[in-house]
């Protein structure tokens, strides 16, 4: 089973920042958390991953609270082509590989 | 770089028949590849993991005789539905996770859309 929860949806305007939260309150030391998100029938791209300390890259940042329990996505300047399902993931060991389980995700919607 | 390819992006088969699927990562060797399922309004399920020159394993539910992967080298692994009934029409996707990366992040083909008629 997934090991974070995520609204089932939200919407933002276009050019504001978007903000996506994620509960991961089970996350254990070494797990990473990966975003990824899905435009329509096409496979999930990567976004951004971390461990404990926050991240940015060229698509977005990553806040992680200092006990991991959660995550916040941030967009900071959203489009109309970033309206897509977005997905937190916490990265497990299993069988012995690294899996990634995918939850529900947040349908985000950027409006015009 | 990290691009992976599947082929076909889309078939349609006949009930009984058995469709074969391709994953490639065209740019890097892959350590371990996976294999998802998606049906429409719902999340990716994680069906199968495949190392190279290994045998895959299987989630919980899928079954092993049904569903067949072949992972021959570290670009390419291959997925076959046998006996494909309607029920299996679904949008499958696969991942790599690349051999050369100490985070192993998987990167995802575009998808294979199956419909059993």
């Known amino acids: 089973d997934a090991k974070t929860t995520q609204p089932t949806s939200m919407d933002c305007a276009e050019g504001r920042a978007a903000n996506l939260p994620c509960n991961h309150s089970t996350i254990s030391g070494n797990e990473y958390v990966y975003w990824y998100r899905q435009i329509h029938s096409q496979g999930p791209q990567y976004i951004i991953h971390g461990l404990k300390n926050n991240e940015t890259n060229e698509m977005a940042s990553l806040i992680i609270t200092e006990d991991r329990k959660s995550s916040t996505l941030i967009l900071p300047h959203a489009t109309l082509r970033d309206t897509a399902v977005y997905y937190c993931?916490?990265?497990?060991?299993?069988?012995?590989?690294?899996?990634?389980?995918f939850g529900s995700g947040t349908r985000l919607l950027v409006r015009p | 770089g990290a691009v992976v390819s599947q082929h076909p992006s889309w078939v349609i088969c006949k009930s009984g028949t058995s469709v074969k699927i391709e994953c490639r990562s065209l740019?890097?060797?892959?350590?371990?590849m996976f294999w998802y399922r998606q049906f429409p309004k719902q999340s990716l399920m994680l069906m199968a993991t495949?190392?190279?020159?290994?045998?895959?394993?299987?989630e919980q539910g899928v079954e092993k005789d049904k569903f067949l992967i072949n992972h021959a080298s570290l670009t390419l692994s291959t997925l076959t539905v046998t006996s494909a009934h309607p029920e299996d029409s679904s949008f499958y996707i696969c991942?790599?996770?690349?051999?050369?990366?100490?985070?192993?992040?998987?990167?995802f083909g575009p998808g294979t859309r199956l419909t059993v008629t």
């Open positions: 740019d890097f060797q892959a350590t371990t």
């Open positions: 495949s190392n190279e020159g290994s045998k895959a394993t299987y």
């Open positions: 993931i916490v990265r497990l060991w299993m069988d012995s590989s690294y899996k990634l389980i």
């Open positions: 991942s790599a996770s690349r051999r050369d990366r100490v985070t192993y992040e998987q990167y």
